[in-house]
């Protein structure tokens, strides 16, 4: 899952988008709004954190051009992003107007990092159309609350980036996903588009998925992608 965490306090900003790389998202950060526009523009992200007063765009007009304006329309294939808008305690009005202008959650400063992983978890579970903390695809079971997935209930042990890597797959069984739509979702802005990290991360996931002599599950589509296959062959 690809974060962009818009706050122009730099030090909050970059607590967030550590906590949130700690629980496994890509996650890129704007301390402006139209460093913010810039990205949401190019990139399919799958969550924004957005802060409502920042110096130069307000981010209930950041809000209302990412709902209206073509120019930030996601690609077919890809969800519009979630909007977990973040807003001062005085500005509960701001707060009613965020969600008529689109927003998914709010959350009020200052808050723990506890709940905004909490609503943020919730966001994207709502977009995979599941409730509870855990995801489950055949023989999968995936615990995205506490970082545990097992495979017919044998425990996977996945670095974080397979985590990320298998929670996105799960999030999407039964769809192809090209190397560039994972790169672009699972990854940040740092990763090398011209490496084959994907390739690579992937394959090391299939084998853990695999180690107990269960079936393959995720599948190559040649020319396409990847599918994680809604109930495995064998
Ligand atoms: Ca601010």
Same mark, same amino acid.
């Given at each position: 899952m690809r974060l962009l965490v818009v706050e122009d306090e730099v030090d909050l900003a970059s607590a967030v988008a550590r906590g949130l790389r700690r629980e496994g998202y890509a996650v890129d950060v704007a301390n402006d709004g139209h460093e913010a526009l810039d990205r949401l523009a190019v990139t399919a992200y799958d969550l924004v954190c957005l802060?409502?007063?920042? $110096? &130069?765009?307000d981010g209930l007009e950041i809000c209302r051009r990412l709902r209206t304006d073509p120019s930030y329309a996601p690609d077919p294939g890809d969800a519009a992003p979630r909007v977990l808008v973040l807003t001062a305690r005085d500005g509960i009005e701001h707060r009613v107007a965020g969600l008529d202008e689109g927003a998914d959650d709010y959350l009020v400063k200052p808050f723990a990092f506890a709940e905004l992983a909490a609503r943020v978890r919730t966001l994207l579970r709502r977009d995979a159309g599941r409730t509870g903390a855990e995801l489950r695809v055949g023989d999968l079971r995936l615990d995205t609350a506490r970082f545990e997935a097992s495979r017919a209930d044998r425990s996977l042990d996945l670095t974080a980036k397979e985590f990320a890597l298998l929670r996105y797959f799960m999030s999407h069984a039964g769809q192809v996903l090209s190397q560039e739509h994972l790169l672009e979702h699972?990854? &940040? #802005?740092?990763? &090398? $588009?011209?490496?084959?990290t994907v390739r690579v991360t992937v394959g090391t996931l299939r084998r853990k998925l695999s180690e /107990? /002599? #269960?079936? $393959?599950?995720i599948e190559t589509v040649v020319g396409r992608g990847y599918r994680l296959l809604e109930e495995p062959v064998g």
């Open positions: 802060d409502l007063n920042l $110096p &130069d765009v699972v990854w &940040d #802005e740092h990763a &090398d $588009p011209f490496t084959n /107990g /002599g #269960e079936p $393959p599950i």
